[in-house]
């Protein structure tokens, strides 16, 4: 399955959607997505894993890097994610600890006061 990334703005936020599989095949591409958003100066992340299928190993170390890369720089970033399986893996993994997980974009990004 193809890997689709679509970029908006909300509240001050920049919402990456990803739909599809993210695995070692297509995880590439959310990395150069989100390292260019980053070397973009965004600094307010939110993504939205709501059209993911698939999410392995690769991908969630893909995510983590994009968080370790905003956080030195007073950025947030935080991920959109209601389907069980996927939040299943971010259990197992202890990174629901780690990534502020929420239902829906709009609880993401809240009033906008991170903007």
Do not use: W
Not at 40 to 51: F, H, P, Q, T, Y
Not at 59 to 69: C, D, F, S, T, Y
Not at 101 to 110: I, N, P, R, S, Y
């Amino acid at each position: 399955m193809e890997l689709a990334l679509t970029t908006r703005t909300v509240n001050g936020y920049t919402v990456l959607e990803v739909g599809g599989e993210v695995d070692v095949y297509t995880a590439p591409r959310l990395r150069e997505r989100l390292q260019g958003l980053i070397d973009g100066g965004v600094r307010a992340i939110v993504v939205d894993l709501g059209r993911v299928e698939f999410l392995d190993s690769t991908g969630l170390g893909v995510l983590v890097g994009a968080m370790k890369r905003l956080r030195p720089i007073g950025g947030t970033f935080s991920l959109v994610c209601s389907k069980e399986p996927l939040l299943k893996i971010f259990r197992i993994t202890a990174l629901d600890q780690v990534f502020p997980l929420h239902d829906t974009v709009e609880a993401a990004v809240g009033d906008g006061s991170a903007a």
